[in-house]
């Protein structure tokens, strides 16, 4: 996942299926095929690691869990848990300071001690995800509060296509 041109490839190696982002890890996997690729949109305060900080983390990741298999698409999702809600225009007005949550959620989890994962800067303690967000959302542009957003129905796709413990490489 590349975070200056705000896009995400899958390819799948021989190894594993993994989302690319940084070159030099790349050559670790044999390339078989790039099969899936969109925009998306990550952190409106940009790269960082530390809780709180709002911002996407950089580095190794995994999918640590994928929550929303069977629901369909705008589904509302507050604490990994359906709402029961369904996302319309009418929600923002009715609840302006949200943070939508939709369709899917990859769960992201750290995989570089000190850098990402354990302590102050836990990728999974801070809840970022791989989620779907609302038609009106600008995808290529930077705009959450450090999640990486998606476009539903590519969430929905990513989502069938990926196991858990994917790995997932966030760069520059």
Aim: with cysteine; charged share 25%.
């Amino acid at each position: 996942m590349n975070l200056t041109t705000q896009n995400l490839q899958l390819f799948y190696s021989n190894k594993e299926s993994w989302i690319y982002g940084d070159e030099r890890w790349s050559q670790m996997n044999i390339i078989k095929d790039l099969f899936f690729e969109t925009k998306i949109s990550s952190a409106e305060k940009g790269i960082g690691q530390v809780i709180d900080s709002l911002q996407t983390p950089l580095g190794r990741h995994y999918i640590r869990a994928k929550i929303g298999k069977g629901y369909r698409e705008n589904s509302v999702f507050v604490g990994r848990r359906f709402t029961g809600e369904f996302f319309e225009p009418s929600l923002l007005s009715k609840y302006p300071d949200r943070d939508w949550i939709l369709t899917r959620i990859l769960w992201l989890s750290g995989l570089e001690v000190g850098f990402n994962r354990l302590g102050n800067v836990d990728t999974m303690k801070r809840y970022i995800y791989i989620h779907g967000t609302p038609d009106s959302v600008a995808m290529g542009t930077k705009g959450s509060k450090g999640c990486i957003r998606m476009r539903n129905s590519d969430i929905i796709r990513l989502f069938d296509l990926i196991p858990e413990y994917t790995t997932v490489n966030i760069s520059l």
